[in-house]
């Protein structure tokens, strides 16, 4: 037997074949290559229209004396595995992608207003540093308006047109030129044309709040530290205007330093203040005191000191030289004391480098001082309610109060201090008692004089101390690299947009023969016939080119002739030697090709000089007739069926085709079918056929709409069941199965109708016949 007719894989047996699934995707080749072509098409159209953009950076480094030993005591930390990123570093990067930063550079730089051009299909361009157009908005419209407002201006045959468009509101201005001015809701809006516009192009300005550009760019902008081992800061972007991106970058770092500068200088300017404050009231009382000196000597006509006098009072001048310097001591930390106990400077900088020498109170405002410019740090980009800064809150009132007990102790030592001195100075008091009157009282206006005038030089000098500090303060930062762009574009990236394209190209045509497959209900080859269904595959007829329904005649010889050759070969070998086999042809349903298979198949077997007879026995929607073009007979099985004076042999007549083929149609329809094929008129006919002829063939109906094809299985000894690829579905599948498994046609077979015929059918390619 022919391997057609054993069906190998069981009904059921779902595998995945991979040869089958890569001869199917072959096979739609055409789709592969249109679907890569449009999808490279698409991609090159986008990368035309894609305006590139590049990467722009700049680096530098964080030279903050407490940075720099933070970050040491990080690399020491790193050597045990123990390194993490520094909090110090990521405050940094916080106040950098603060809004209120960027809110500064786009005002600086005038940022609030874009201009762009279109040509052609390319996109909208920015135009930065080269507009032909200038955009004059009303002042703080970008600091207050919510709005974005876009304005599109078109060349008109006369003049221009100008077209608002805002988030609720849209309007057009008819102008002659572009050196105008037009009202709007918004406020007045003045252009100024700058220079001649480009032919054919269309401009579009751009004006935005600050408050929403600002957003934008600190999003745009990514900034990172270098590494976890480095002070170094990353500030990165991309752009399609590099010139533009560079300089917002700069302008960055540049306003980032100036702006540190200020809050390092903040203890330098707030203790200048103070000085300059105590320097004023010292300059007002030393005056006092010496006019009251030149009055002393003016009235008392004093102009020389006897030789003692200078004597005593040179042992006179170390004990008020030390009293001065412990008094100055006691004025600062007094000072110090009213400043810190001042409601109104609770979180005010503590003055610095006063000339204070104790050296715990200097620490503990070094402390203090740096505690509160932590907390102006966070306040930039947070709020008081913030746990970390209510901690550093908690912090600096601990070290007010600790300053507070300090300064105590410290007067309460220097007083102790001047008692002594006092003490001493009683004992020459005493000594002066013995002095002229005239040269005592000089000396005490003088000590006075002298005590002033130290601590007025003394102020002075820390005054040019601390204008030295302010004038020293050098930028935190060191700019390894300023802003620079990259020489090739980050995107798009033209490779991988290409290689992406030709991926979807192929990737969409598989997704679409599967999902086809997937939604497609209908058997689609013969491999999945034979898996689905039980019984044996007797073969298979492909599509044929011809319209005609009869395929197989004398002298003709094509794949679907051959196939229906087969197919004859197959059923002889199935009959096994069986004298006048009885042979049913049916299907599922209508228009899978039963009546096409049984006359093309009683034509094969009609052309081995076998007398062959053809039956319509498909009451119903006889077809027999109009395929092989024969004029419709009413004489036909119906009228004998019905009619017992009727003769078969009357109604049976030899086909045009081939003089060994006879036809006996079905007749007029019958309105009870299943009745008369179960009338023994019947048997009767088909065992006298057996007499004449070699094979009968039955053309029956569909079982899978009428149950007229069971009435005549008591006659039949084989049968063919025909289903049609990319027609018969997969739900009609359990029928077939169900009719073989309980044998209700006798000796079923299958045929897989419709297939595709293979373009080299064994000599029926395209090779060329020897001659």
């Excluded at 020491?76 to 603060?98: N, P, R, W, Y």
């Excluded at 909208?124 to 599109?152: K, M």
């Excluded at 006098?309 to 008020?320: K, M």
């Amino acid at each position: 037997m022919d391997n057609n007719i054993r069906n190998t894989n069981t009904a059921g047996n779902d595998f995945f074949d991979i040869k089958e699934l890569i001869v199917k995707y072959i096979k739609n080749w055409h789709w592969f290559l249109i679907s890569v072509f449009i999808c490279v098409a698409i991609a090159a159209f986008f990368l035309m229209v894609t305006l590139p953009k590049y990467q722009v950076e700049t680096t530098f480094l964080l030279k903050d004396e407490k940075q720099s030993g933070l970050i040491s005591q990080l690399a020491m930390l790193d050597a045990f595995g123990l390194s993490g990123s520094s909090k110090e570093i990521e405050d940094e990067i916080q106040v950098l992608t603060s809004k209120t930063m960027m809110s500064t550079v786009i005002k600086t730089l005038n940022l609030e207003t874009e201009y762009f051009i279109k040509e052609g299909v390319k996109r909208s361009r920015e135009l930065y540093s080269n507009n032909p157009i200038q955009l004059t908005v009303p002042e703080s419209f970008n600091d207050t308006s919510a709005n974005v407002l876009g304005f599109y201006i078109s060349p008109q045959k006369k003049g221009f047109e100008i077209e608002l468009k805002a988030r609720d509101f849209k309007q057009k201005y008819k102008v002659d030129n572009l050196n105008t001015s037009i009202n709007t809701p918004y406020g007045v809006m003045t252009f100024t044309q700058l220079s001649p516009l480009k032919e054919g192009a269309k401009y579009r300005i751009v004006t935005y709040p600050v408050r929403i550009l600002s957003e934008r760019y600190s999003k745009d902008i990514t900034i990172a530290s270098i590494s976890k081992r480095s002070s170094g800061i990353r500030i990165a972007t991309e752009s399609g205007v590099p010139s533009k991106a560079k300089i917002i970058l700069n302008t960055l770092v540049d306003f980032y330093n100036e702006e540190t500068v200020k809050e390092k200088n903040l203890i330098t300017t707030s203790t200048d203040n103070f000085i300059d404050e105590r320097v004023n009231i010292i300059e007002k009382e030393l005056y006092e005191v010496e006019a009251e000196v030149e009055k002393y000597k003016i009235q008392n006509s004093l102009t020389d000191i006897s030789s003692e006098a200078a004597l005593f009072l040179q042992s006179v001048y170390e004990y008020d030289k030390r009293q001065a310097e412990i008094q100055t001591q006691i004025n600062l930390v007094e000072y110090i004391n009213e400043y810190v106990n001042d409601e109104k400077n609770k979180y005010g900088l503590i003055p610095a480098n006063l000339g204070i020498e104790d050296e715990s109170l200097i620490l503990l405002s070094k402390e203090y001082n740096d505690a509160l410019l932590q907390r102006m740090t966070f306040l930039r980009t947070t709020n008081e309610q913030n746990p970390i800064v209510a901690q550093l809150e908690s912090t600096l009132d601990a070290l007010r109060g600790s300053i507070v007990m300090s300064v105590k102790s410290i007067l309460d030592g220097l007083n102790i201090a001047k008692a002594d001195l006092e003490g001493k100075d009683s004992q020459l008091n005493a000594r002066i008692n013995d002095m002229p009157t005239q040269e005592r009282e000089y000396i005490e206006i003088k000590r006075i004089q002298e005590v002033k005038q130290a601590l007025y030089l003394f102020l002075l000098q820390k005054k040019e101390e601390n204008k030295f500090n302010l004038m020293a303060a050098v930028p935190p930062t060191k700019v390894l690299d300023s802003a620079y762009a990259s020489i090739d574009p980050v995107s798009p990236r033209k490779m991988i947009i290409l290689v992406v394209a030709v991926m979807l190209g192929l990737i969409f045509p598989i997704v679409v023969i599967y999902l086809k497959d997937l939604l497609n209900d209908k058997i689609t080859g013969k491999k999945e016939f034979q898996k689905l269904v039980k019984a044996p595959l007797l073969g298979e007829i492909g599509i044929s080119k011809e319209s005609a329904p009869v395929v197989v005649k004398e002298g003709k010889a094509n794949p679907v002739i051959e196939m229906f050759r087969q197919l004859r070969t197959n059923l002889q070998f199935e009959i096994a030697g069986k004298k006048h086999p009885v042979i049913l042809v049916t299907s599922s349903v209508a228009g899978e090709g039963k009546s096409f298979v049984a006359i093309n198949l009683a034509l094969s077997l009609a052309m081995l000089d076998k007398k062959v007879a053809l039956l319509g026995m498909d009451l119903r929607n006889p077809m027999l007739a109009d395929y092989m073009d024969m004029e419709k007979d009413r004489q036909g099985i119906t009228m004998y069926l019905s009619d017992s004076d009727l003769n078969w042999k009357d109604m049976i007549k030899k086909s045009v085709v081939t003089p060994n083929l006879y036809v006996m149609q079905a007749g007029p329809t019958p309105p009870n079918p299943a009745e008369l094929l179960a009338n023994k008129r019947l048997d009767e006919m088909i065992g006298e056929l057996k007499e004449t002829f070699d094979y009968i063939i039955i053309d029956s109906a569909p079982v899978g709409m009428v149950s007229d094809t069971f009435q005549i299985n008591r006659l039949v000894d084989n049968t063919i069941y025909v289903s049609r690829q990319g027609y018969t579905t997969r739900e009609l599948t359990g029928l077939i199965n169900d009719i073989y498994d309980n044998n209700k046609l006798n000796n079923m077979s299958t045929v897989l109708n419709g297939t595709s015929v293979p373009d080299t059918y064994y000599g029926y390619g395209n090779k060329k016949r020897m001659k």
